[in-house]
């Protein structure tokens, strides 16, 4: 007796086993460039005068909930060292404020992602 599968229940196993492989049976994580453009989109939206702290970000952010905060605060120290974003010591916490520079890096990227969009739709 020979037993055949069928295309889609190959593509059910093919599935299943890469959400295994990556996610490794926990909750989902997203990229590190995905959650860093999280963050600057909070910061521009949300927060363009106020600073915030890293508890803020990730309690607030909910793409980013599932993000460990060694990588959170990994993620900010990088922004903070290019410029996007600047810190301020207070003697409870660091908050943290958007620059010209990081609301601008992220509305070039809004624009781009607008027009690659507009060409594959116009293609």
């Not at 909070?42 to 363009?48: A, G, K, S, V």
């Not at 915030?52 to 309690?59: D, L």
């Not at 301020?88 to 660091?94: L, M, V």
């Not at 992602?113 to 507009?118: E, G, P, S």
């Amino acid at each position: 007796m020979i037993l055949q599968v069928t295309e889609k229940e190959q593509n059910k196993k093919l599935v299943n086993r890469q959400n295994k492989c990556y996610n490794f049976g926990k909750s989902q994580r997203f990229s590190h460039e995905y959650t860093i453009l999280s963050i600057l989109e909070y910061f521009c939206i949300y927060t363009r005068k106020v600073a915030i702290s890293k508890y803020h970000i990730m309690t607030k952010i909910s793409e980013i909930k599932q993000q460990r905060p060694d990588r959170i605060s990994l993620m900010l120290m990088k922004l903070e060292k290019n410029g996007y974003i600047e810190s301020i010591d207070t003697p409870n916490a660091k908050f943290y404020i958007i620059t010209d520079k990081g609301f601008d890096a992220y509305f070039k990227w809004i624009k781009d992602c607008l027009t690659f969009v507009r060409s594959v739709n116009n293609g």
